[in-house]
């Protein structure tokens, strides 16, 4: 099995910074195939940002330059510096994982941001 558990979430101001990581336990080789998706109010959940499972990163378009997805294989674990942050940016923040074998993807308990304007 996989877990995986964030934390880093909480109550900032709008323009401030938050980090959040990702600790990945269990069958977990790698951090490619990982990545951070998140659910804001009154809208499914999205792609924030993620590595690929061939390592490449992936970021949304709303992310701007304003996030940045790093990691350490080592300790498997991946983190989501946000800087510039606003009120749309508000919600439940998860960590995800697409293992591709044997075929399977989980899912974190969910960290919440808010945001304040």
């Known amino acids: 099995q996989v877990q995986l558990v964030e934390s880093g979430g909480g109550l900032v101001q709008a323009g401030g910074s938050l980090k959040l990581t990702c600790v990945a336990s269990g069958r977990v080789r790698t951090t490619n195939g990982m990545g951070w998706y998140r659910q804001v109010p009154g809208q499914e959940r999205e792609e924030v940002a993620r590595?690929?499972?061939?390592?490449?990163?992936d970021y949304a378009d709303f992310v701007k330059g304003r996030f940045t997805i790093s990691r350490d294989n080592e300790k498997k674990t991946i983190y989501l510096h946000m800087n510039s942050l606003d009120s749309d940016d508000t919600g439940v923040y998860y960590c995800?994982?697409?293992?591709?074998?044997?075929?399977?993807?989980?899912w974190g308990q969910g960290t919440q941001v808010t945001v304040s304007s």
């Open positions: 995800h994982i697409l293992i591709l074998n044997p075929l399977g993807e989980f």
């Open positions: 590595f690929t499972t061939s390592g490449t990163i």
